[in-house]
């Protein structure tokens, strides 16, 4: 069986109560769980981590490379500012699909630009808990049987 990372970045622990209407209603709790289910589905192990911290971010991304056969990553915030997770994911051999629950070319200027988009498979946005999961489905196709 195949384990992957699903990897959380800062304030997404607060989903459930952090502005439903852009970021929806369910808990990252919730969320966690419809991922894991899709994945025990097709045989994937799907372990979590949600950290407010570059740091800690970025040493998950790192330990990944000993144990995980990719990563789906919501760098949130992140996203638009951060260098050195950008440089983590480039550091790494195993594919980063980028996730966003909200559509960020709907949103403010800042958030249409991604540090990360350029070293990752490829970006998924705007589907609310469904992104997750078609991230996870995309995983699914790059890692093959
Ligand atoms: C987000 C979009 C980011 O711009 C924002 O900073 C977040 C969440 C999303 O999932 O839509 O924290 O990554």
Redesign the pocket.
């Known amino acids: 069986m195949k384990s992957i990372l699903l990897l959380h970045?800062?304030?997404?622990n607060l989903l459930g109560t952090r502005e439903p209407d852009?970021?929806g209603a369910l808990t990252l709790a919730e969320i966690d769980a419809r991922i894991q289910a899709a994945g025990a589905q097709v045989e994937i192990e799907v372990r979590c981590l949600q950290s407010n911290h570059e740091g800690a971010l970025i040493d998950a991304l790192h330990e990944a490379r000993n144990w995980a056969s990719g990563v789906i990553f919501?760098?949130?915030?992140?996203?638009?500012t951060s260098v050195a997770l950008r440089d983590a994911i480039a550091a790494i051999d195993i594919p980063v699909v980028e996730?966003?629950?909200?559509?960020?070319y709907a949103?403010e200027e800042f958030?249409h630009k991604s540090l990360i988009s350029p070293v990752c498979k490829g970006k998924i946005?705007?589907f609310g808990w469904h992104?997750y999961w078609l991230g996870l489905m995309a995983l699914k196709e790059i890692l093959g049987d």
């Open positions: 970045g800062p304030n997404l852009i970021y919501n760098p949130g915030g992140y996203t638009h996730v966003h629950l909200s559509n960020v949103r958030r946005s705007g992104s």
